[in-house]
């Protein structure tokens, strides 16, 4: 049984024909979502989440789906790593991942892969070329994958933030349910961090202070946080979504 | 190994509980979720993505439950097509999809079904009428199945617009997480659209337009949908959910 | 094949990481959602959502994770029952059902455990304890788990309510996507509740009033539910969540 995950901006219904299209190719395939709540068009996001789940499976198929670019020349890809497939656009989505558990091979999908689906649409890839690709690639079945021509996949960096001594400059880079503000920023720096008037104590864990007061942590992604005990930072900053770039005063 | 697929109206929770009834009674049976956020009471909505997502499986028992009739007279049904099963409530949502793959036979579910669950409440037949009866169809288990009295399944007609020369009038079908307008309009007219003072240019892909720019297109549903290019058309226009009727300009 | 479902307030991204651990762990297990959208850190909606929901499944692991004490000192707990397993924080959300399915033994969890995942963060407890705390319970390996020296779990009372011949003082308990609201009211009184210069009519099922009229019933849960037929109390009343008590007067 093989494992195909799902990391998408398409939210609802769009990921439920995919994962038709997969059945109907590799009946045995094991689908998992990991989010279809990606921000739309946002693929350093996408890039960032799916750099911190795919080492938490083994040995799937990981399909991530951010393009602004479909319909356009950008290139379907297929990418072999150590340990895993990766399968989307190549738009820098896979490219931090891919990277990380080592590139073997790289392929792009030809497009006549949609003749599995019976469609090509110029809005919707995920089902009419990726959801094809990863159960055919699923199935060990490459014929619809050939030589990338283009050399390398495009890059995208998710550690591109900057510090100084009393400054950081990093990017936010996701608000989740609780209203945490994740950023990339993979250190610690000084006592904490000031940010529109409000001061986040660099803590341990969230019980390091009073309810309903804002801290900053490492969390779970090994990068900064800004986040309220059993509240919400998005809410106390008016921050919505991921995508900006802030200035932090360090402590 | 058995695929059952679920489109509904209830969100959270509810589609957990009827997954846990089905794997009661049909252990081995894979259970898909299409989409649990069609808008409350939208069958016709409903119809429409079932239409768009049944065909893209194989085999499947495909549950669909969008059911402002809960606690009156209206029939539960399963109906067997040349591929398909479909179970619902007979108010149009199975129509449109169980006629394209031509209906073999229409049930209704006795209400005695409920006992496999042991509860029958007057408001979540998902839960007591339609998810039992899933498991068991896909068993091979007809026990609950009787003759469908009513002769007939109530119809639905997915596209019913019409157009003349400088004018198309359709509805709104569905409005996606992009912003998306899906309408249900199944043709290309001149070379695009006037709406609420904007112009919709008719183009093949997103990438005719700039950035930002507003188009329309025969997307992946095969209708016509007003867009705008890694924005939101649905912003554009003030417009957040499907259900109502537009008319268009053609240009 | 194992079933293990996962109930938090978690939201997108964080389920889709449990699940790559869970299955690294357990390749067979069977994983289910029931919800991701409890409210954040709202026990009391978790545990009444835990107990209407694990005994629709057969012989599950029922992982549920609502934990604003994760990082502090409480515990992390297994509760063998009659029929199931219960995995997640002692802070009443596992209690009520528990308890009704009979509990047979409670174990706390090592935190040595995340050794298999090979991080312990002090805020995704959900990846680093109760995932692989679930995968290993589903394979029958007890090894993390040790004698749960509190004595007793912490408990949690779901029908809390008060009652007298013209109030009635219950919780709102949940607000479902239609706009119910679901009380942790376990009994009918009267003709029906006033509440906010509306009447509500208690009633059998919805089409016993006119379309967009209110009315109360006991509804799925076995609990009272104010709802507009076709149409959403929540709207009509200006209430957006639960964890609130509200005073009723009794028609």
Redesign the interface.
């Known amino acids: ?1 093989k ?1 195909i ?1 799902l ?1 998408t ?6 990921p ?2 995919m ?3 997969i ?2 190719l590799s ?2 395939a ?8 990606i921000e ?2 946002n693929v350093f996001q996408g890039a960032f ?1 799916l750099y ?2 795919y080492k ?3 040995n ?1 198929v990981h399909v991530a789906v951010v393009d ?5 020349e950008r290139k379907a890809v297929v990418v072999e790593s150590k340990n895993y497939f990766f399968v989307g656009p190549d738009n820098g989505i896979l490219y931090p991942s891919a990277i990380e558990d080592r590139i073997k091979a790289v392929y792009s999908i030809k497009e006549e892969i949609s003749e599995q ?1 019976g ?1 090509l ?4 890839h995920g ?2 070329i990726f959801a094809p690709a990863a159960a055919m690639v699923a199935n060990g079945d490459y014929s619809y994958l050939e030589e990338f021509e283009d050399g390398e996949l495009k890059k995208l960096e998710l550690f591109d933030y900057s510090v100084s001594d009393d400054k950081v400059r990093c990017r936010i880079v ?1 608000v ?4 945490n503000i994740v950023t990339n920023l993979r250190e610690e720096r000084g006592k904490g961090f000031y940010f529109n008037g409000i001061e986040f104590p660099l803590v ?4 390091d202070v009073d309810k309903g007061e804002p801290l900053s ?1 490492i ?2 992604f090994g990068t900064l ?1 800004l986040s309220v005990r ?1 509240g ?1 930072a998005a809410e106390m900053l008016g921050i919505k979504r991921g995508g900006g770039w802030i200035e932090l005063e360090v402590l």
Request: glycine share 10%; net charge negative; proline share 5%.
């Open positions: 049984m494992v995950t990391l901006d398409f939210g609802d219904y769009y439920g024909v994962k038709g299209v059945l109907t009946p045995e094991r689908i998992v979502d990991i989010t279809h709540s739309p068009q989440l911190h789940s938490y499976f083994r799937a602004p670019g479909v319909g356009t689906v469609e649409s110029t809005t919707f089902r009419d996701y989740d349910r609780f209203g341990k864990t969230y019980s942590l969390g779970s946080e059993e919400s």
